[in-house]
């Protein structure tokens, strides 16, 4: 062993507080400096002991260490939080760490690692390289890394042998094929352990992070874990089974086919792209990234990225009939943001040629989903179509929806659906305005509007209260409606019927009146059965002039008589002013 000598150096730094130090030739360097703040020490082989338990300040130290294959030692001020950095070339490092660590990183030929502490949080020392072969070696360390080898194929970790870490690294032990873990951690994290194949917890571990062990197969235990996360290529390629209690699991770039899930948790795919067979405990939710497997039950399913929804809709676009089987298994995941994409992909396929029933079936189950009902059951129907779509594309949404319902009513479910969706569209305002702008000016083939509209008016003229706006908009259309060159009309006279009596009920009673009136000398028969129902239901709307009573004794002389009183005028007013286009409309 080489005598030991010491060296005090007290290095100049630049304007950013950093030194460079080379080729020590002392075992022990003590640094002393007020104002140091980095240091990079390097190319010093001798050199087993590095001390800059001098150093005073309150910011961050970073230590960089390169070229110094003797250092075993490093200790650094207790109340500064300290950076470091080792590159350890050929050889693994073997070191020991006395500082308020922050973060501590280390390479070397075969194998690097990162470890940070949590936030406001910091280790008070750390060890790097072998486990101690006899439990007096072992030491009271915030971290441990173990690095290179356990002695044997097994490794079990307890409290007895004199180990009592915060957080536990293994990284780099190629011949570690089963790990047990008996003393509780905050951390425990495994890594390059390609033979590991089976690992057991029986005491509380707070995190779990494993990488780089592509034969573990079995993660059991007795114990329980916050978080267990697979990443980097974990698990064995055929299966992986957990039986371990855990809130949160993550599964990210596995090579696994198989997953076998013993208990529930909240389970996180991302990007497992073998992944095809699953077989999860009752209550386990999953979320995807990247990838669904059509193993999932819609139960377990709970949502996946934006990104994946996307390039489904695009495959299914471009016609690929497999994107659309992933794309309807994974609709039960499908957010409101994502909903107007879908729906018109829905819409899409049903014009590729999809059979109508099952794309209807889908998009039923996104409204058992995502659909908003309303909290008051309004006589007369018990569905409803209240979407909650975002604002920029939720025109498209609605429109397509609408599109799907035209193109899926020969089915019976559809079919029924129709006059709820009607009921309800007549309460919302904002939608109705933009579907009524677009029906009446797309110029698209709606062969479903006038059944639809008339659905509309049938629910508006029996209903109340009806918002002032869709009496309104609907009082216009109907108008237009009822004019003789009206092709929905003349294509549909149900429509013309439903337009007719909603106007009976809407206009203001002068109005009705005066519209009876003219229309009992082309229709007698009609206009009098007319006149008779509006005693027993009077119109909605009343007017200054004229009294709910008085509405009645003119009603009955337009019965008996076939006319008004000579002195009856109609009133006109800048909100309901008189549709004398309506003359013709006899």
């Known amino acids: 062993m080489r005598h030991r000598t010491e060296q005090i150096l007290s290095p100049q730094p630049d304007a950013a507080g950093g030194a460079r130090v080379c080729d020590v030739q002392a075992t022990v360097l003590r640094i002393v400096h007020p104002t140091l703040r980095a240091l990079d020490l390097c190319d010093s082989p001798e050199l087993q002991e590095l001390d800059l338990r001098d150093l005073d300040g309150s910011e961050d130290i ?177 299966a992986v089974e957990i039986d371990l209690a855990a809130d949160q699991i993550d599964l990210a770039d596995s090579p696994l086919q198989a997953l076998v899930l013993r208990q529930p948790s909240r389970l996180r795919l991302e990007h497992c792209l073998h992944l095809q067979e699953t077989l999860l405990a009752t209550g386990t939710r999953v979320w995807c990234i990247g990838h669904v497997p059509l193993s999932l039950d819609a139960v377990e399913m709970a949502e996946i990225d934006d990104g994946t929804f996307r390039r489904l809709q695009q495959a299914c676009d471009a016609g690929d009939r497999n994107a659309w089987t992933l794309l309807c298994h994974v609709l039960p995941m499908c957010t409101s943001d994502l909903l107007p994409g879908v729906l018109m992909t829905l819409l899409k396929m049903l014009q590729s040629g999809i059979d109508a029933a099952a794309v209807w079936k889908h998009r039923c189950r996104l409204a058992h989903r995502l659909m908003v009902y309303s909290l008051r059951r309004r006589a007369g129907h018990h569905l409803a179509w209240r979407w909650s779509m975002p604002s920029d594309l939720g025109a498209d949404g609605w429109r397509a929806d609408w599109l799907l319902w035209q193109g899926c009513r020969h089915l019976p479910e559809a079919a029924r659906m129709g006059d709820a969706m009607a009921a309800d569209l007549c309460y919302q305002t904002d939608i109705l305005e933009q579907m009524l702008e677009w029906w009446t000016h797309s110029g698209q083939d709606q062969p479903a ?138």
């Open 62 to 238: 970073h230590l960089t260490v390169q070229g110094c294959p003797a250092l075993a030692w490093l200790r650094l001020p207790a109340s500064i939080p300290a950076f470091v950095h080792i590159d350890a070339g050929a050889q693994r490092p073997v070191l020991r760490i006395e500082a308020q660590l922050v973060q501590l990183d280390a390479c070397w030929q075969g194998g690097k690692f990162l470890l940070q502490a949590e936030r406001e949080d910091s280790w008070r020392s750390a060890r790097i390289g072998p486990l101690p072969d006899t439990p007096s070696e072992a030491r009271q360390d915030d971290v441990r890394v173990v690095i290179g080898t356990t002695g044997s194929n097994s490794l079990v970790l307890q409290p007895t042998d004199g180990h009592n870490w915060r957080e536990l690294l293994l990284i780099d032990l190629p011949e570690l094929q089963q790990l047990r873990c008996d003393m509780p951690l905050q951390r425990l994290t495994i890594s390059q352990t390609p033979a590991l194949q089976r690992l057991e917890v029986h005491a509380p571990v707070g995190r779990i992070e494993i990488t780089g062990c592509g034969q573990l197969a079995h993660i059991t235990g007795t114990a329980a874990t916050d978080r267990l996360d697979l990443r980097g290529g974990s698990g064995a390629r055929s």
């Open 449 to 586: 509007f006038p059944e639809f509209f008339a659905a509309m008016l049938v629910h508006a003229r029996d209903h109340r209260p009806m918002p002032l706006l869709t009496r309104q908009h609907l009082a216009r259309l109907s108008i237009q409606m009822l004019q003789a060159d009206a092709t929905p009309v003349r294509c549909h006279p149900p429509l013309r019927r439903a337009a007719h009596d909603f106007l009976l009920k809407h206009l203001p009673r002068c109005q009705v009146l005066a519209l009876l009136a003219h229309q009992i000398r082309y229709d007698p028969v009609q206009v009098r059965c007319d006149l008779v129902r509006l005693l027993a239901d009077p119109p909605h709307q009343g007017d200054s002039l004229l009294s709910g009573p008085e509405f009645g004794q003119l009603a009955q002389i337009l019965i008996l008589s076939g006319r008004l009183p000579d002195r009856f005028e109609p009133v006109s007013t800048p909100d309901h002013p008189f549709p004398h286009t309506l003359w013709k409309a006899a």
